[in-house]
């Protein structure tokens, strides 16, 4: 079973940057991977980004992309999210998830963390 912990929420101004990381534990294996999503209140979870451990390849929503960097750190079992010029509209709890399958869909991944909330100001 895999372990997930989301670490880097908290409040930044608009236009500013965050660091979310997700430390994993537990066995995993080098086809699945590791997707970051997120909701807000009143809204259904959505797809944020992802990355394949095995190559680093990587899927990002269009709602981010450009904006937001997912990484990782074979070595550490760890995963990052760089949120660079943060709009109100990303204001949400992030989740970081893990799974075998799919890259954008949440019955994909079949781990999930705790969840860390982002709250960007106006």
């Known amino acids: 079973q895999v372990h997930l912990v989301e670490s880097g929420g908290g409040l930044v101004q608009a236009g500013g940057s965050l660091r979310l990381s997700c430390a994993a534990s537990?066995?995993?294996?080098?086809?699945?991977?590791t997707g970051w999503f997120r909701q807000a209140p009143g809204k259904e979870r959505e797809f944020v980004a992802a990355?394949?451990?095995?190559?680093?390849?990587?899927y990002y929503a269009d709602s981010v992309k450009g904006r937001f960097t997912i990484s990782r750190d074979n070595a550490k079992n760890t995963v990052s999210l760089q949120m660079n010029s943060l709009k109100p509209e990303d204001t949400a709890t992030y989740y970081c998830?893990?799974?075998?399958?799919?890259?954008?869909?949440?019955?994909?991944?079949?781990?999930w963390g705790q969840g860390t909330q982002v709250t960007v100001d106006s």
């Open positions: 998830a893990a799974g075998p399958r799919g890259w954008d869909i949440i019955d994909s991944y079949d781990y």
């Open positions: 990355i394949r451990w095995s190559d680093g390849r990587t």
């Open positions: 537990g066995r995993t294996f080098s086809n699945w991977k």
